[in-house]
C-alpha cells in the first residue's frame, strides 16, 4: 500500500556524551529491524507467487487415475 504525507513534524532529542542505550541494547535493535526487514521481504514474495499467473496447471499426482 502507497501512503503519501503531505507534512511530517517530529521531535528530537539531542543528548550529549554517552548514548542512553547499551551497545547490547542496540545490537538487539538493530537485530529486530534486520529481521523485520527481512521477514517483509518473504511476504512480498510469498505475495508475488500466490498471484502469479501460471501457463498451466500442475499435472495431476500419479496413481490419481487422472488423464
Known sequence: MT???E???SEVT???GDLPL???QLEKIA???IARIDQ???DREQGKAATRLRPMSEPPAP???VV
Open 31 to 33: 537485530d529486530f529491524v
Open 22 to 24: 547499551t551497545h547490547a
Open 40 to 42: 517483509r521481504k518473504r
Open 3 to 5: 501512503v503519501h504525507i
Open 7 to 9: 507534512e511530517m513534524v
Open 14 to 16: 539531542v543528548v550529549d
Open 63 to 65: 496413481g490419481t487415475g
